[in-house]
């Protein structure tokens, strides 16, 4: 059996003050930095198959921006697309690289600069960890975090689904659960050094600096990485699990959640076991996702969210952007999405990764019934169709199944059991997909 070697890098990806935060309805100059944006590249080999791993601290990669990586990473270091994993860490305190709900997909000045000399610097990434190559080993662990997650589709004293609302002041019941696993992968060399660690918690980037309203962050996952790389060594790599409806309970925490989530890895890591990491394989299958008829969906449920909002400045402004987008929508009336589940195994482990922002029942369940005992459910935001709600969801209402939900209701279940399939198909090693690996 071929042996698994992993190399590890990190570039500084980090915004001028003036661009654009991502992760707002509107436009959203920066005015001050609080921390750095970086990117982290993790590469595994094992003989002919090979797969490389980017984590970055931004919200989602447009499809055309994740081209132009996958293409010139492809020319520099040789890795196929569909080996290419691009992982934003759903950060909505980082650069934006796409536009605006305000502006559609249209880019600023400062953002068509950034994005230009972002492929760059992730491409350099790409070929630092396959030099950084060497013989590894790896660990398998978790932990678990029940204080600042929650699922914030609560619902509310006066009888709606909560979007913007504080849990102290307006919780009436909840509406469904958050995930509190904390899953990690720990790689080291033969010595024993630390060469990477994946994390998996299920929850948005969205904790936000105190008063960081326009504040440049890596929000949580970002000082998660800093303390898990200070007291272990190497990279530390967050993989974002189905959160579409968990959020941090509160603003302003994103440096104590983010310390107490690394604090959870490190002792998690403490209990971790050794797994026999090959064979290493990717698996790829390409799925299509049932668009939503918009000409269904009432207007009234947009002046309804909006109504959260906390002045009335910023419920008309919200208003009329979701209007807009509504518009637009009606008018483009796409059939369906064509995108693609995927599938990382490193012998005994699966990491599952999926379109969208999906909802954490989804990812529940998909621990529960797959083949796999350590399986990882990553989103895919270099491949983002919207927010994937499951139908409860949809017949409830609010934020998340308004206009951003662009997939029909029963394209979560669709998904959820499509990768279900996969992953029997990959433990059987049955035909159905279109293996990358040994």
Not at 24 to 47: E, H, K, N, Y
Not at 197 to 207: D, E, K, P, Q, R
């Amino acid at each position: 059996m071929n042996t698994l070697r992993a190399g590890a890098a990190q570039v500084d990806i980090t915004p001028d003050l003036g661009h654009n935060l991502a992760g707002w309805i509107d436009v959203r100059p920066a005015t001050r930095r609080a921390s750095p944006i970086v990117a982290r590249a993790l590469a595994l080999v094992a003989g002919s198959t090979s797969a490389l791993i980017i984590a970055c601290d931004v919200l989602e990669m447009g499809a055309e921006l994740a081209r132009r990586i996958e293409e010139t990473i492809e020319t520099q270091c040789s890795i196929p697309p569909q080996s290419l994993f691009i992982l934003p860490s759903h950060n909505h305190y980082g650069p934006s690289v796409s536009g605006s709900y305000a502006n559609s997909a249209e880019r600023t000045s400062h953002e068509m600069a950034y994005t230009a000399e972002l492929v760059g610097k992730l491409a350099a990434a790409a070929q630092a960890a396959l030099e950084d190559l060497r013989p590894a080993r790896v660990r398998v662990g978790y932990g678990a975090e029940r204080t600042y997650l929650q699922n914030s589709r609560f619902w509310r004293t006066d009888g709606a689904i909560n979007w913007v609302g504080h849990r102290d002041e307006l919780f009436a019941e909840e509406s469904g659960p958050f995930d509190p696993q904390v899953g990690l992968l720990c790689l080291t060399d033969e010595a024993g050094k630390a060469i990477a660690t994946l994390f998996n918690v299920a929850c948005h980037a969205n904790a936000a600096e105190e008063d960081g309203f326009s504040t440049i962050s890596w929000d949580w996952p970002g000082y998660a990485a800093q303390t898990i790389e200070r007291a272990m060594g190497g990279e530390a790599l967050f993989l974002v699990g189905a959160c579409g409806n968990v959020h941090p309970v509160r603003e302003g925490i994103a440096r104590p959640m983010g310390k107490e989530i690394g604090r959870i890895v490190i002792a998690a890591a403490q209990g971790s076991r050794t797994i026999v990491p090959t064979p290493l394989a990717v698996w790829q299958q390409e799925i299509k996702i049932p668009a939503r008829d918009f000409d269904a969906f009432d207007p009234r449920q947009i002046e309804m969210i909006c109504s959260q909002l906390w002045d009335q400045a910023t419920r008309s402004q919200v208003q009329g952007i979701f209007m807009h987008v509504l518009e637009d929508l009606r008018d483009r009336k796409p059939h369906q999405f064509v995108t693609r589940l995927r599938v990382l195994v490193l012998g005994e482990v699966a990491v599952l990764f999926v379109p969208g922002e999906y909802f954490t029942e989804f990812g529940l369940e998909i621990k529960r019934r797959a083949p796999f005992a350590d399986i990882f459910v990553v989103e895919s935001l270099g491949e983002s169709v919207g927010y994937v709600p499951t139908r409860r969801a949809y017949d409830e209402g609010g934020y998340q199944t308004a206009v951003g939900a662009r997939v029909a209701p029963g394209s979560g279940e669709l998904i959820m059991e499509k990768s279900l399939a996969l992953l029997d198909a990959i433990r059987q090693g049955a035909d159905g997909s279109v293996p990358f690996g040994e």
